[in-house]
Structures are given as C-alpha cells and as structure tokens.
Nanobody, 117 residues
Framework: QVQFVESGGGLVQAGGSLRLSCVAS????????MGWYRQAPGSQRELVAH???????NYADSVKGRFTISRDNAKNTLYLQMNSVKPEDAAVYYC???????????WGQGTQVTVSS
C-alpha cells in the first residue's frame, strides 16, 4: 500500500528551525528520487528540494543554503532540515517522488509550517 506520512511541522519564529520527516511505504523507497514540496494558500505546489538514490541533492533558489534534505533508506524516511526560516516558507509541506508520474494520485496529508515574524 502506497503511503506518505509527513510530520514535524508547527509554529516557528522567523529565523528558527524545524525538522520535517516523511515515512514512505509501498514505493521501494531506496531506489527513488524523492522530493519535498510545499503549497501555500493560493499558490501552486512547488518542489523545494530533491535527493537522488545516490544521495546527491538539489534545491530551489528560495531555500538554497537554508534547507537540507536527507534520507534514511533503512527507515524509508525522508527529512527536511529547515534553518533560518522566513515568513515566506509558511506552507503545507509534502513529500513524494520527484520527476515521476508514479503514484501521482497518492499524496499524504502534509505537515503545516507556520512562521511568526
């Protein structure tokens, strides 16, 4: 059964940090390029970071230098370390495969990040 379960969001002060987690199941996690997406109200969902099976990473310009994506294949878990958080980072964060149409209708509930300035 395909499932993505995100957690770790919450209220954070601007300049603070949060660590998001996502447990994925049913997708052969270790061989997939995985990504963290976010969607703010009234905006399209955007890919902010992705990590390939070899551990190489890429980031959207808006989060480069502040966010770090990582993975633990033994735990089928994806992480997003968010540092120096800005008000514009407020959104619902989701994990899913990156650059793939596989399981495109299976999305988790996401985890809400709220930033106070």
């Amino acid at each position: 059964q395909v499932q993505f379960v995100e957690s770790g969001g919450g209220l954070v002060q601007a300049g603070g940090s949060l660590r998001l987690s996502c447990v994925a199941s049913g997708i052969s996690f270790g061989i997939r390029t995985m990504g963290w997406y976010r969607q703010a109200p009234g905006s399209q969902r955007e890919l902010v970071a992705h990590i390939r099976r070899d551990g190489s990473t890429n980031y959207a310009d808006s989060v480069k230098g502040r966010f770090t994506i990582s993975r633990d294949n033994a735990k089928n878990t994806l992480y997003l370390q968010m540092n120096s958080v800005k008000p514009e980072d407020a959104a619902v964060y989701y994990c899913h495969l990156a650059f793939s149409t596989l399981w495109s209708t299976y999305w988790g509930q996401g985890t809400q990040v709220t930033v106070s300035s």
